[in-house]
């Protein structure tokens, strides 16, 4: 069974532009959810998707956004980019009930200069 | 609220040395506890899981076992390899409501052959 997908792997970006980012679960997988890991604030939960609705979020400000298509497969978008939102972008698909185990892409590393 | 406390790194040792790295935690209601595992320039991969009191996850030669009464879940191996150069996160999972993961800050291990 294929694991979790993340496209692009890398991605440069400018302060203001706004980037999406793409993240295709485990077949049969329901759940997915987004971190954001930097060497200051480690590992944080930005949001999670089931059943193509928002189930839980984060404290992140609203230019981080995301959404669920039918397929499962996921994005989030981070709007009017600043200098602080680089890192690396983790997506974990699971199957559907908390306490079920996430299974982690290989991130997006976005870089905001 | 929820959170999770590691042992600060970096650790580093010899190779067959043993290894400890602890994990507390705090939590309302009754959590899943997880170690995730993470090598450069990848993704986290789990690395076993536990999801009731008294219960011993293990994979790979590591262990760890979910110490309600202490609230701990310690990270073991009695004899480490130069392969588990890593860095080591331990998670929490509540079992209620969405699938959200607390992550610790993560502990950076190396073994010097």
């Known amino acids: 069974k294929a694991g979790v997908t993340q496209t692009p792997r890398y991605l440069i970006k400018t302060r203001g532009q706004q980037v999406t980012l793409s993240c295709s679960p485990i077949?049969?997988?329901?759940?997915v959810s987004w971190y954001q890991q930097t060497p200051g604030q480690g590992l944080q939960f930005l949001f999670e998707?089931?059943?193509?609705?928002?189930?839980n979020k984060g404290n992140f400000p609203g230019r981080f956004s995301g959404r669920q298509f039918s397929n499962s497969r996921s994005e989030m978008n981070v709007s009017t980019l600043e200098l602080g939102d680089s890192a690396l972008y983790l997506c974990?698909?699971?199957?559907?009930?908390?306490?079920?185990?996430?299974?982690f892409g290989p991130g997006t590393r976005l870089t905001v200069l | 609220g929820n959170s999770v406390t590691q042992m600060e790194g970096p650790v580093t040792l010899s190779e067959e040395a043993f290894l400890t790295i602890n994990c507390t935690y705090t939590a309302t209601g009754y959590p899943s506890l997880f170690w995730y595992v993470q090598y450069p320039g990848e993704g986290l991969q789990l690395l076993l899981k536990?999801?009731?009191?008294?219960d011993k996850g293990s994979n790979k030669g590591f262990e760890a076992t979910y110490r309600k009464e202490t609230t701990s879940f310690h990270l073991e191996k009695g004899s480490v390899q130069v392969s588990d150069s890593a860095v080591y996160f331990c998670a929490l999972s509540i079992i209620q409501g969405a699938q959200k993961l607390v992550f610790g800050q993560g502990t950076r291990l190396t073994i010097n052959p």
């Open positions: 974990a698909s699971s199957l559907a009930n908390a306490g079920d185990t996430q299974y």
């Open positions: 077949s049969g997988h329901r759940s």
């Open positions: 536990a999801t009731k009191a008294d």
């Open positions: 998707y089931f059943s193509e609705t928002q189930r």
